[in-house]
């Protein structure tokens, strides 16, 4: 009682003070279907913001907002975090810093420096988005091949004591600087002439400074390991190094490896349920992207540099082709490549298979051209649908869209998963989708207080309508802009209003 009407009392001396007007919300989304993050079902709430930060999420009666969103028959969610991008080129260019592809996903955060690549000065690139403004926010990997291209250049040597030091040295300097981890792509040159060890040694430099290692496996298909002792190799590599494993863009890559998710799956719950942090992430596609180089000249051609004077040698023309004709048997022949981006415009657009009748030679003579006149990205058909959904209803795979130039990913991957695999397919829940894109990547990263809508998180917030929230790009166009994401909040600006892009770079570089 004597407590109680203490509280009146104070609420009573609180109520004219002018700090009652700090409960004013700059932005206040009222009315609509609030799907959380953490995968409970979605609930009628309104959510408050107040400068950059959420501070209410349930029932606004008696407050007041500067401004007013109806949202209702739209579904509001924390801001979509994507692990896997490729925007460190896009980030640092002021004409494309915005990062609109992914601004119209509903994509708050990107992660970039996969794959083993990234940006060799971690520092100065978290230093210039900062000063220059970016319309994401945007964590970045330290790349595995990028530190050993650096030090050892394309050698598919084993390193000297003197040049492990050295690349030790860069990755502590790098995770010093702000990257969230190490990231390796042990399918390609140069880091796949690492051994496994080396591998764990550069992971340890990342787990003492609080980092996680993310992998593009050394193999997804049956190019060398296999892909389900490339899993293995992942989940070694974080026991020996103590740190938690992220796989890459998990797929079954292949004629050869189809239908081998559910091996996969048993693999990492194994490990899962003995302690292992392991968790991957998943583009929506049945293709993938790459280059002709990449998906099929072997790494061998590749060492010193020495591609070009390699492709050209008739002392190795006979091995060359030979495992090349392999190597597009995998992907499921040459009607399964589409050229996506390339120098020469001529092939773009046209398979493989198209480019090597009009020339009328073999599709590996096809290729072999294609790389000496200078290469081509890819798109690579080659994933079943079993296994993406499989994949997908795991508790441990999150978004990613891997974006690059030409695969229709980087501007469709969000929009495609909800459209396609949540309200055409019913492949997972809403609740699902939304976690596996928010608090699950924001856990995984050991990013703060994002991912979630809770009071006290990050006002990273999304609002679309699930009506019209479908991905518009396309193998042939594949930089059309997504549609659906009616508002969008980075850091509690609105960088999408009414459905359109506004001129705010309310990213923030983020370290870990
Ligand atoms: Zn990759």
Not at 389 to 406: H, I, K, Y
Not at 436 to 442: C, I, M, V
Request: glycine share 10%.
């Amino acid at each position: 009682m004597i407590r109680l009407r203490l509280l009146a009392a104070t609420a009573l001396l609180l109520l004219p003070l002018p700090c009652a007007a700090a409960q004013e919300l700059d932005l206040l989304i009222r009315g609509g279907s609030v799907v959380d993050g953490t995968g409970s079902p979605a609930k009628a709430a309104d959510v408050g913001i107040a400068g950059d930060r959420i501070v209410l999420v349930g029932s606004s009666a008696g407050r007041h907002a500067k401004r007013v969103i109806d949202a209702t028959g739209l579904v509001v969610t924390p801001g979509f975090i994507d692990p896997h991008t490729h925007t460190a080129g896009d980030l640092s260019d002021p004409k494309r810093s915005r990062n609109d592809a992914y601004l119209m996903q509903g994509v708050t955060t990107v992660v970039t420096g996969n794959d083993g690549d990234s940006p060799r000065d971690i520092g100065a690139t978290l230093d210039k988005w900062k000063r220059q403004g970016i319309g994401t926010n945007a964590a970045l990997f330290i790349g595995q091949g990028t530190v050993r291209g650096q030090v050892m250049k394309m050698s598919d040597s084993k390193p000297t004591a003197e040049q492990m030091e050295q690349m030790e040295h860069l990755v502590d300097t790098a995770m010093q600087q702000g990257a969230i981890g190490i990231s390796t792509g042990l399918y390609y040159a140069p880091g796949s002439y690492s051994t496994t060890e080396e591998v764990i040694e550069l992971a340890k430099i990342a787990a003492a400074r609080g980092g996680i290692y993310d992998t593009h496996m050394r193999d997804e298909s049956s190019y060398n390991i296999g892909l389900q002792a490339a899993v293995r190799e992942t989940i070694h590599i974080g026991q020996e190094a103590h740190l938690p494993v992220m796989i890459s863009h998990i797929k079954a890559l292949g004629v050869d490896v189809w239908g081998q998710s559910a091996d996969v799956i048993r693999i990492i719950d194994n490990a899962r349920q003995q302690g292992v942090d392991i968790t991957a992430s998943q583009y929506p596609y049945t293709a993938s992207g790459t280059s002709v180089t990449a998906s099929l000249v072997p790494r061998w051609a590749e060492a010193d540099g020495a591609l070009q004077k390699n492709i050209a040698d008739p002392a190795v023309q006979a091995r060359l082709v030979s495992e090349m004709t392999r190597n597009l048997e995998r992907r499921g022949g040459a009607d399964s490549l589409l050229m996506t981006d390339s120098k020469d415009k001529s092939i773009v657009g046209k398979t493989l298979a198209q480019i090597a009748k009009e020339r009328g030679e073999s599709p590996i003579d096809a290729a072999i051209e294609i790389i000496k006149a200078g290469g081509s990205g890819v798109a690579s058909f080659n994933m079943k649908e079993s296994d993406i959904d499989a994949f997908m209803r795991q508790p441990w795979v999150m978004t990613c869209s891997d974006g690059s130039e030409g695969h229709p990913r980087k501007y469709g991957t969000f929009p495609r998963k909800f459209h396609e695999y949540v309200y055409t397919r019913h492949v997972i829940s809403l609740e699902a989708a939304v976690r596996s894109s928010t608090s699950l990547p924001a856990q995984t990263l050991r990013l703060k207080e994002r991912g979630l809508l809770k009071d006290g998180y990050f006002a990273d917030v999304l609002v679309f309508d699930p009506k019209t929230f479908v991905d518009q790009s396309t193998y042939q166009s594949p930089r059309v802009l997504a549609t659906g994401v009616r508002y969008l909040t980075v850091n509690g600006e609105l960088a999408v209003d009414q459905g359109s892009l506004t001129a705010k770079l309310a990213g923030r570089p983020l370290t870990h």
